[in-house]
């Protein structure tokens, strides 16, 4: 059964961005770019609210910029054909290969992990991932720390007062002081 994971940014205080909604300081060095590749090759979907689909457009139309690197290209070309499911009330169409969301979280959830098919099913964004998180759906959290306290904004966990058991599973750290960790939720395993 394919995977939930939740990848984003964060600062060392816990929040995706700052009180003034800026994020400006999760800008990737190159090794930290490169290491993004790695974990898009591992997506087969990915899940995201309006906002994160919005910031996320440039990337549709990034390969005509002069000014992309090589490892923004590639990153790009693996971007655009990844399938995209949008959670959104106010957007009435998508572009490129997204496609909003027929049903609630769960029920998205559920249908792409009964479907065929490769890679991770991934949420992006604080917000729809708070909702998966409260509905125990996610299965893992990829987090990249950044060092940086932004005194407040939109927290990248849920703020529901439940317990979840995690498990290390990776960690790397970056020169830039990044620190990526890999954890996975710890179910109970059923008695019989």
Known sequence: MRKVTYSMGVSLDGYVVGPDGSFDWTEPDEELFRFSIEEIQQIGVHLMGRRLYETMLYWETADQDPALDDAMRVWAAL????????????????????????????????????????????????????????????????????????????????????????ELMETRTFPSGVVHLRHRVVRPTPRG
Request: hydrophobic share 45%; no cysteine; proline share 6%.
């Open 79 to 166: 971007w655009n054909p990844l399938p995209k499911v949008v959670f959104s009330t106010s957007l009435s169409t998508v572009r490129g290969s997204a496609r909003l969301a027929d049903g609630g979280l769960a029920e998205e959830i559920e249908r792409l992990r009964a479907e065929p098919g490769e890679g991770d099913i991934a949420i992006g964004g604080a917000t729809l991932a708070a909702q998966a998180a409260d509905a125990d759906l996610i299965d893992e959290y990829w987090i990249r720390v950044f060092p940086v306290l932004v005194g407040g904004g939109l927290p990248f966990f849920s703020r529901n007062e439940r317990r979840v058991d995690l």
